[in-house]
């Protein structure tokens, strides 16, 4: 297997300071008109989009008609944005394409490294190569200081249609189908595959390498530890169907009053 410090060593010799956009002079960065953010020349920025004062559009960046870039946002590198989409104050975009009509509320960072890390052989912590991206698609709206990492083995995908909270952590390689919901507090670990019509109450946990079927419900502050093949209603830590989790509720309320 090759050593992931030399694969990550490799990649950044190849491309120096292409994320962070440090090395480029601020003579190549301009003020919008309608707004007054800067942007690099080489961004391609529609005429009708606004970049409020504060907010940067960095270098080969796509930026489409009547997007709304709040300030103190930083638009990365080679980011794309779709029309119709808005963007709250103090957002974090980095390796990563937003759809049509989304919403990215304030705080947001969507794009950044995934939590991932090995032990070699000699004991050290190594850093895990993140080199892919993080894909949101259109008419998705996305709650203040939700994080959305980027990919290692596969794009991070957010469907269509998808609905995410406040406080949301969604980690490398996720992918959620379409028109899900995830309330407040919700934690997927990473490479997790959620179906379609998916809905997570708040603080819903989910651990590595799970899936998801299409059409399941999650009660609040429940645990997925293993997959969920059949569509319904669940529950519990770990997670049960919905009336087999209750019966266990019953039976520990009953246990203890009568002890």
């Known amino acids: 297997m090759p050593n992931p410090r030399s694969i990550l060593n490799s990649f950044r010799s190849r491309h120096p300071r292409l994320e962070d956009g440090a090395g480029l002079s601020h003579q190549e960065f301009q003020r919008w008109q309608n707004g007054g953010g800067q942007f690099h020349k ?8 606004l970049i409020e004062t504060g907010a940067i559009v ?63 052989e000699k004991g050290d912590i190594v850093k895990r190569p993140q080199l892919l991206d993080a894909r949101v698609g259109n008419h998705v709206e996305i709650g203040a200081n939700t994080c959305i990492d980027r990919g290692s083995w ?45 809905t997570f109450g708040g603080r819903v946990a989910v651990r590595d390498h799970v899936s998801i079927v299409s059409k399941v419900r999650l009660a609040a502050t429940s645990c997925v530890t293993k997959d969920i093949k059949e569509p319904g209603d669940y529950g519990g830590f770990p997670a049960v169907p919905i009336h087999e989790w209750r019966r266990q509720v019953a039976s520990q309320s009953w246990a203890s009053k009568k002890n």
């Open 58 to 120: 960095h270098p080969k960046s796509v930026v489409g008609a009547y997007v709304h870039i709040g300030s103190g946002t930083v638009i990365g590198p080679s980011v794309t944005i779709g029309q119709l989409t808005k963007i709250g104050y103090n957002v974090a975009l980095s390796n990563c394409s937003i759809g049509d009509s989304c919403v990215i509320h304030n705080g947001v960072c969507i794009g950044q490294d995934g939590f991932g890390f090995l032990v070699d």
């Open 42 to 49: 080489s961004a391609c920025i529609d005429p009708t989009a």
């Open 154 to 198: 596969r794009d991070t995908v957010i469907g269509d249609h998808s609905k995410i909270d406040n406080l949301v952590q969604v980690g490398h390689n996720v992918v959620v189908g379409k028109s899900c919901m995830l309330c407040g507090q919700v934690g997927i670990a990473g490479s997790v595959t959620i179906g379609d019509y998916v």
